[in-house]
């Protein structure tokens, strides 16, 4: 049991970093599909997720140091 409960808690230190540094994006890319499926253009939000993905690569190039305290700095404007 112990090693199912350590097991748990490595995925979810694993996805909480994954979604700081990836969340804006996954939101944009999210919310673009779902524009898209709907039959409206997602262009807008497509290209947000664009703008996001490149803040990400920015942040993870200059190997900041990221902490939960942080975690809400990627929002971008747009398809939240």
Do not use: H, P, W
């Amino acid at each position: 049991m112990t090693e199912y409960i350590i097991i748990v808690a490595l995925i979810a230190v694993a996805a909480i970093a994954t979604t700081q540094l990836f969340g804006a994006t996954i939101r944009n890319q999210m919310a673009g599909i779902s524009k898209e499926v709907s039959g409206n253009s997602g262009a807008a939000a497509i290209t947000q997720a664009g703008v996001a993905a490149g803040k990400a690569e920015t942040a993870a190039k200059d190997n900041n140091k990221n902490s939960l305290s942080t975690f809400g700095d990627q929002k971008t404007t747009g398809a939240q």
